[in-house]
């Protein structure tokens, strides 16, 4: 099989389902900033001797399957793989078991510290991005993926902490002078 179809070669690419649409239309923005994300995190997840490697391959399972939803239209007649509010569980969970491990939080922070935590944070502003690249399509379907989306960020902005205190490496406050 070719890697390449030439289909999209005059700006135009398939939803899951076969209509075709223009390559800037927002669920194209809204799916493909979410692949962004997932290459991210992709970067970092095997950091440190995989910690947290194995956390971080399911989230990115779950991001593939939040892209094929965002990727679909709107009536199929097969059903895609999905994500749920165990999933959004799931992330509160382990952000609850990181905050354990930290200090308290008593200033704002500046991304870096660190090469890792700084990828880390690259990956929070993406997953932002994605968030609100998902708000303009402006569709009650993508509730889940809203909220999932909301808590991943969430969870990067800990897991940026981790990795210093990981690394042993002390967190940038912010100096509003």
């Known amino acids: 099989m070719k ?10 690419t398939s939803l899951v389902g076969g209509t075709r ?7 194209i923005e809204a799916y493909g900033t979410v692949d962004e994300l997932n290459s991210t995190i992709g970067v970092f997840a095997g950091a440190l001797n995989g910690v947290y490697e194995e956390f971080l391959q399911d989230i990115q399972h779950k991001l593939f399957n939040i892209g094929s939803l965002l990727a ?7 059903e895609l793989p999905s994500v749920s509010d165990l999933d959004i569980e ?9 905050n354990e491990k930290l200090p308290k939080l008593k200033a704002f922070i500046l991304p870096g510290g660190s090469v890792v935590s700084a990828q880390v944070h690259i990956s929070r502003c993406v997953c932002r991005r994605a968030e609100r690249r998902v708000v303009a399509l402006s569709d009650e379907r993508y509730s889940v993926i809203l909220r999932f989306l909301n808590r991943l960020s969430d969870y990067l902005f800990v ?17 509003k002078d």
């Open 72 to 78: 679909a239209e709107e009536d199929l007649s097969f």
């Open 159 to 175: 897991l940026s902490r981790e990795y210093l205190r990981l690394e042993n490496r002390l967190e940038v406050q912010w100096k």
């Open 3 to 12: 890697i390449y179809t030439k289909g999209g070669d005059k700006g135009n």
């Open 21 to 27: 649409v223009s390559k800037a239309d927002a669920k």
């Open 90 to 98: 799931e992330i509160e969970k382990e952000i609850d078991k990181l």
